[in-house]
């Protein structure tokens, strides 16, 4: 006789594919319980080196197998905050040394990453370059570079990214 349907021993709940709370997962499976979803922390940064902004072209392609302009940014370590996460980002994406200027705000946002959804909050600090090659990147990117500070507005793939540009902007605009 098959145990699916049949209650366990202790007489809780159902065993198998069959509902609970008149609830099913779309893939059938029984979930046994409300899990905590995984958030992702990162930091990020927008550099400038006069009115230019350093940007990276990230191995990782985008769903639909385009590249990715972007700004640096990955995950905050354990041990790590957030600024000293971009901080690590930006020298290991960019190959660039920086100093902090302010920060810039916080985007969070989901994503798709087999089959489930994952929030992600990434933090960006505003920096200034002090020196460095963006040669000297490391193997997440396939290429980093300078462009205008203003043409990246419009060329990072991600809105978000441009929003924290529109925010250097808009600091270097109330700073002079």
């Known amino acids: 006789m098959s145990s699916r349907g049949e209650k366990k021993p202790g007489g809780k709940g159902k065993t198998g594919g069959g509902k609970r709370g008149g609830k099913q997962k779309p893939s059938g499976k ?66 660039v040394s920086v100093e902090l200027i302010r920060e810039l705000g916080e985007v969070r946002y989901w994503y798709r990453r087999d089959g489930r959804t994952i929030p992600k909050s990434v933090t960006f600090y505003l920096f200034s370059y002090l020196s460095g ?27 978000a990214e441009r929003e924290m540009v529109q925010r250097a902007l808009a600091y270097l605009q109330e700073d002079r």
């Open 30 to 95: 029984q979930r046994s319980g409300k899990l905590p979803r995984a958030q992702e922390i990162s930091a990020g940064g927008v550099v400038l080196r006069d009115e230019q902004v350093v940007v990276i072209v990230p191995t990782r392609r985008a769903p639909d197998g385009s590249r990715v302009l972007a700004l640096p940014k990955g995950h905050v370590d354990p041990g790590e905050n957030t600024l000293q996460a971009a901080e690590r980002e930006v020298r290991e994406e960019t190959g």
């Open 133 to 159: 090659d963006t040669a000297d990147h490391d193997d997440e990117v396939e290429e980093a570079r300078w462009i205008d500070l203003r043409e990246a507005q419009t060329a990072l793939t991600h809105a």
